[in-house]
């Protein structure tokens, strides 16, 4: 005995017992649990070491940043801050007057989304960076969502009142998820689901456009490419050539400023001030040559004034409510990720930190402020966050810089805009949505992830060929059919030990790794739940079969032992309790002994709850695979010198040895 | 240094690289990807090693198991069949009635579904325990599905005709789920949600039979509870005393042979026999009291004969198409979901296997057959093929055996049941219904899983308060909603070094696992995906902040190294990879060091193909957690004997003693 001992202590120098936890009462988990689940980033972590008024002054702090930094605010910021401004506010005003005409809204609604929401970001909101105002794409979603219902040509009143309801029912879905911590719901759009549906966003925004650009009265009311490409080619005749020439004049300036842009510091100036200067072009060659009368519309007449307040205009009966609810809340998700994401890329940058659930709070408030003040849906789009960036802002009163020249605008400068051709709006939004087809971030998707990549494209498809929300629907499908498989299919593979080492690792990875007679070595890598419990039992069974077979090719010994790791099963529900139970008995039936290595916590609590545990055996139960294998083998050697492998007593014997 | 090296050496015995798995080509990938799906217990095995006429044979055998049991059958095995075919078919002939009643269709229909369906299950099924015929919640879900479009009493034309062209369909739905090998789709339907739907579903047809029991005329179409006791309570005048007494009568007779029915094989034979003795007794009964004039209703004219074909009766137009259509993928979701389970646990006892795909296209084609010769929704009831094991039966020829002896009924004894009284019939289906709620079962997952026991009392509240439907569809979303909070929300916990070993583990699991000085261990427990990217970035910022104050309050060393055991992430996408980009240079910005342990050969692949791996650094991957701080420790070391830890140039000096 003298010998097998040495050769087993040689193999595994101490064998560790795996513990079952201690039980832990059933409150005190569900707290723990709720807490990882909603306060992951343990915000009140800052009020702890307060007490008292402190206390108040942080929570103040907490909903109200602008308390927090604005103590620390100094003139050099704030003159960093005055020329960021006025550049997003030379940017804003026009795309704003673009995108409300998209939403098929009066188009003085784009300058006050510029004014109140940003004002109410800059207290709240929490990013330096972002810069607030209307998205092209939540435009478009609005009009085909209310547009479905009521049409804004005919109703005009009824369709902006429901815009107005709308946005308030996303503001405040917006802060409820906020409040709620329900922040990780905006998280199931993944990045691969953005970039796609952005990119037939911007796709079938930049379609719209030809409306504008051709100077064509009829138009679709479909989104998709071949219901636009139908109505463009039926109507070849009314194309109108004053607005195709103003229009492509502009698109290209705007485009050459756009790329230049990227050379230097003198072109990023020149491609902030491009959409400012076109419009002011345009309104003068359409002023000093009349084209308003060949065929080349025009914004017309635009009220003076502030924001007049809408409370009264929220449609809050049914069955309009209804159509404004849907609306609101896939429209506020939609601006939500794309808020988040552009707030949360540029603080990457600057090196400080967002909390997500702060965010859709300041995004919230800010959208039910909007929506009683006749603004609708905002949001922090990327183009122009981006430009806020780059012209150097320090802090959120970038944003109160931008809505201060939008008020001076609303209050004097309106009739300006009299005769600001449409083309040139259209113009100006294409110029913006070339920027949002991200092709090299779909590249990079098909390098690295070819799932991912069909999940882009799926959106990118499903927006350009059906509608804006069927593209989402398949995105955001796609994506959790993805995960659902993965739990529904997990991968299983036979490791093997890598020389010189006690490490087991995955054969197919590791091409060194060594198979041990009479030992089958599996590793699951999944949690084992109902969605996989019959696959897995299904795959063991095959992988014995497999090992088996090629075994009584070679001629060699049989198996004896299987040996599941089971380090990376970090969680186990009843049906995958059953599923041991299962297999522990179907091996019993081909004489095989099963083995568990290094099974988690959660794992052993239900064993030892269910009295699967003492099914399969405590003395079966390794830290590593690397033991267990050493316990195999000592009792295989064992009975090869002794005998009868079955009346050893299995690892029983072992356990004195220790 | 000798000193050093030592130290070093004997922590880490040699330290291995992690390979770059070598590209294979993406269609490669691809195939053995579905093959994993599709085929995961590789069911072409068998016909492998055959060829040409030898293979046909195979396939026939694949598709016909009769072809391979057949020619082994004996006449002991036929003893045995014929004993358990005439078991089942004294049971088959009062609950197919009862059934079909239940179902709002003609009860002569509920033997019609016991004679041809058995036949085709007899040839294709490959269970040798389930005895086909149809169930009650199937049933209950048809009547339910069904009237909502069709009154069964106004239009009962129409309203049979639905319930075929359901049945076609829902044949047709699982022989497709079959053949495309999308079996798995069952799988979602987990062990806890089918207790709590049983139990639910089998108190709402107890509460359904109380019209029966109680005699009364009226009785609501909902199936919820409230619904039904309002419905009860407010005709307490009508209800029929003769009726009352039948019912309870028989029903204590019944529960009685039931409970006994555990004590012996002799009160098993009793209990198997109780409900075709019932319907004789009862019979017997009206006849010679003719209660059927005294407010007992009895079932009336049976058609004689065997089924007629129903081709010609399928609705394959809209409207009404599309309720059979919906109805039949509900219905036969659930009938395969009850007939595999049943068919798996039985195969479980014999120690056989059962191919699910297999199975489900038998299941399929019985239903289709069925659905053109005037039968309904059959598949393998629990109740039934428990009493057929229990009779001992050893192959499907006791459904040939019961087909015949229904054959036989329909023949010639239709007309004995015309006084058979519902009353009867309603006792038969609340005593089988009784052995549906299972209790136990509900215990077991409360004492083993929480969340699974909320699933379990999710899918029964909603059965009995809401309909089958909601409870259905709460249960599998609470479910699927589980699986997606797992992803959410992966465990990632602090590791320490148990003892006397090489291994890293779970600190909260192992109390004696240490923590190494100036290193964090942290092991991510689930594969990182785009909806949990953002929390696992937020959560290993806050496991260092936790760290870095307990340090300070300890007044021990800072912290240098993050290791993250990669052990379990088996799977990353591109979000997973960014948010591993983000956490090293977020990292850096700390001055901290990120070291990844034993990442898995898809992680490499993608951190490779995205290029995070050069700015991760090879050198920094580890095989095992113990060489990675066995690494982190030896430069530590080298650093306080020779300076500055930055200027060392990392682990690069560490390759050369390697």
Known sequence: MGNTDAAYMAGVEVAHRVPVPTPRPFLDIFCSNLKETFFPDDPFRQFKQEKGGRRAIRALQYFFPIFEWAPNYTFNFFRADLV?????????????????????????LGLYSSFVPPLVYA?????????????????????????????????????????????FFAGVLQA??????????????????????????ATVVCLQQLKGILGLEHFTTNTDLVSVLESVFSQVHQWRWESVVLGCGFLSFLLTTRILSKRGSLFFWLSAAAPLTSVILGSLVVYLSHAETHGVDVIGHLTKGLNPPSLTKLTLSPPHMLVALKTGMVTGIIALAEGIAVGRSFAMFKNYHIDGNKEMIAFGAMNVAGSLTSCYLTTGPFSRSAVNYNAGCKTAVSNVVMA?????????????????????????????????????AAFHLWKVDKIDFCVCIGAYLGVVFGSVEIGLVT????????????????????????????????MDQYPGAQSIP???????????????????????????????????????TSLHYVILDMGAVSSIDTSGISMMKETKKAL??????????NPGSEVMKKLDSSK??????????????????????????????????????????????V
């Open 518 to 556: 009479g030992v089958l070595v599996l590793g699951i890598d999944a949690p084992i739940y109902f969605a996989n419990a019959n696959y897995l039992r299904e795959r063991i069974s095959r992988w014995i079969n497999e090992e088996e077979d090629r075994l009584r090719v070679n001629g060699k």
């Open 123 to 167: 207290m709240m909101g929490s990013s330096k960076d972002l810069a607030v105002g209307t998205v092209a794409v939540a435009s478009l979603l609005l009009a085909s969502m209310l547009g479905k219902t009521v049409s804004a040509k005919e109703e005009p009143a009824l369709y902006l009142h429901l815009a107005f309801t709308a946005t």
């Open 176 to 201: 409820s998820l906020g409040l709620l911590r329900l922040g990780f719901i905006v998280d199931f759009l993944s990045h691969s689901t953005i970039v796609g549906f952005m990119g037939g966003a």
């Open 404 to 440: 201060l020249a939008v008020m001076i605008t609303l209050l004097f400068l309106t009739p300006l805009f009299h005769y600001t051709p449409l083309v040139v709006l259209s113009s100006i939004i294409i110029s913006a949505m070339l920027g949002l087809i991200d092709y090299e």
């Open 612 to 657: 699967v545990l003492e099914t399969i055996g405590h003395d079966w139960i390794f830290l590593t695979v690397g033991e267990a294998v050493g316990a195999c083998k000592f009792i295989l050697h064992t009975v090869k010198t002794s005998g009868n492998l079955m009346e050893n007593g299995g690892v029983m014997g072992l356990d004195s040895h």
């Open 475 to 506: 995105a955001v499908m796609v994506s959790i059919l993805r995960v659902l498989l993965f739990i529904a299919r997990p991968r299983m593979t036979m490791l093997g030990n890598i020389p010189n080492s006690m490490a087991y690792r995955r």
């Open 84 to 108: 960021a401004g006025i550049t997003i506010a030379s940017l804003a005003i026009p795309q704003g007057i673009s995108y409300a005409k998209l939403a098929n809204l009066p188009p003085i």
């Open 588 to 597: 019993e039936r081909r004489e095989l002994q099963l083995v568990l290595a």
